[in-house]
């Protein structure tokens, strides 16, 4: 576990030593509150404005989840964030935005394939469709890791909504997958999520 004394600026890493007069960021207090509230907003956007959607509803399950845990989540994300580093605020925010561009580049591929007929289905093609079947779900991964590696690690709601985004992936993306690989004889090799692993 992480384990800060801001009183006297030292941190303890897996209980493996102490850095003293460590440096805090200014803005990492409320910096996972601003990547999580901009990366819901962006995908509400998108979800708006980029998605075509076609005759598939969303489960009242998931309406009611979602509804339910994100309020929750953007609530309680400072309430136990760790002090970091600045270069750590920077690694955190780099990532993010790295992934959330990929994310949105991936989901402009997707909606232009159903550009004319939103039942229409194609093989994408490009950016991180090139290694994996669905690289909007690697992105979002990698979007929740900055967002926990930007409170300090210290955040268990940040962790357990990593876990849910990683037990999401990994349940939603073999069946894509196989769907692609059944419906296009031509389908590339590619990986489900993690290029050149799973």
């Not at 030292?10 to 960021?25: A, M, P, R």
């Not at 289905?121 to 490009?126: A, C, H, K, L, T």
Request: net charge positive.
């Amino acid at each position: 576990a992480v384990v800060s004394t801001q009183s006297t600026g030292t941190l303890t890493i897996f209980g493996v030593g102490k850095f003293e007069k460590f440096q805090y960021s200014a803005v990492q207090p409320w910096l996972p509150s601003l990547l999580l509230h901009v990366q819901l907003t962006r995908r509400l956007l998108e979800s708006l404005l980029i998605v075509r959607h076609d005759k598939s509803k969303m489960h009242v399950a998931h309406l009611l989840f979602a509804l339910c845990y994100y309020p929750v989540v953007s609530l309680s994300i400072n309430i136990s964030s760790v002090p970091i580093s600045t270069s750590v605020c920077v690694l955190s925010v780099v990532l993010f935005s790295w992934a959330s561009l990929h994310q949105y580049r991936c989901h402009v591929i997707l909606a232009e394939l159903r550009a004319e007929d939103p039942n229409a289905y194609g093989i994408p093609q490009g950016d991180w469709f090139e290694y994996v079947s669905s690289p909007h779900y690697l992105a979002e991964i990698l979007i929740y890791i900055s967002i926990f590696i930007s409170s300090g690690g210290g955040y268990l709601l940040g962790a357990n909504c990593l876990y849910q985004i990683l037990n999401f992936s990994l349940i939603c993306t073999p069946p894509t997958h196989y769907w692609y690989l059944k419906k296009f004889d031509n389908y590339p090799r590619r990986k489900i999520l993690i290029p050149f692993i799973y």
